[in-house]
């Protein structure tokens, strides 16, 4: 990741370049694990730089937040528009790996476990898994309703395996940096189709 520097460059930009930086300090060390001196360092600015434009750690990790959970609901939001109502599993994560490949960490910022339990970010941070649940819920709806199956426990069962092997896959992608999207999908493709659900 290049420096954010401030020679030149318009508040937004250099806003959105820090971010881009501390998306990957917190999806590397999680919040607990990252000071702002950390940050500006990475991002080849003054610490002070980073308190005039956020205010605070917290400031900071709300902006990454924002930026990553929009990115994520967008995307997951455009993959099931495009697959219809039953929302197609390979379509909807080979939309996210491509999405987030220039942003390994986007997952792990918003699904940061160590996150206080309480207050302005866990409110950030789960409107937008609420609104990815929601979106997983009613996949997972459509494709027993399509299915022929109707047990609502059937239905929060699926959606609870969706949940969790998404988060799994996004963690096994981040532990192997070398593959890309691409692969990924492939990867992806060929495990969804053993198991009989691609």
């Not at 990553?68 to 528009?81: E, F, I």
């Not at 022929?148 to 963690?171: I, S």
Request: glycine share 12%; aromatic share 8%.
């Amino acid at each position: 990741m290049g420096k954010a520097g401030t020679k030149g460059v318009s508040r937004a930009d250099r806003e959105g370049q820090i971010i881009d930086v501390a998306v990957e300090e917190f999806g590397e060390h999680g919040y607990a694990g990252v000071s702002v001196a950390a940050v500006a360092r990475r991002a080849g600015i003054s610490k002070p730089l980073i308190y005039t434009y956020f205010d605070s750690k917290e400031g900071l990790y709300l902006a990454c937040v924002h930026r990553v959970g929009g990115l994520l609901v967008n995307t997951v939001a455009a993959a099931r528009s495009r697959s219809g109502t039953t929302g197609h599993a390979l379509d909807t994560l080979s939309a996210i790996f491509t999405a987030v490949e220039g942003c390994r960490h986007a997952w792990s910022v918003l699904y940061d476990p160590a996150l206080p339990p309480a207050g302005e970010m866990r409110d950030a941070v789960n409107h937008y898994r609420g609104r990815l649940a929601a979106m997983g819920a009613a996949g997972a709806t459509g494709l027993l309703t399509h299915a022929g199956h109707d047990d609502p426990l059937d239905h929060q069962l699926l959606n609870h395996v969706w949940q969790y092997a998404v988060t799994a896959v996004m963690r096994w992608w981040s532990d192997h940096p070398d593959q890309s999207a691409a692969e990924m999908t492939a990867r992806c493709s060929r495990l969804l189709h053993a198991l009989g659900t691609g």
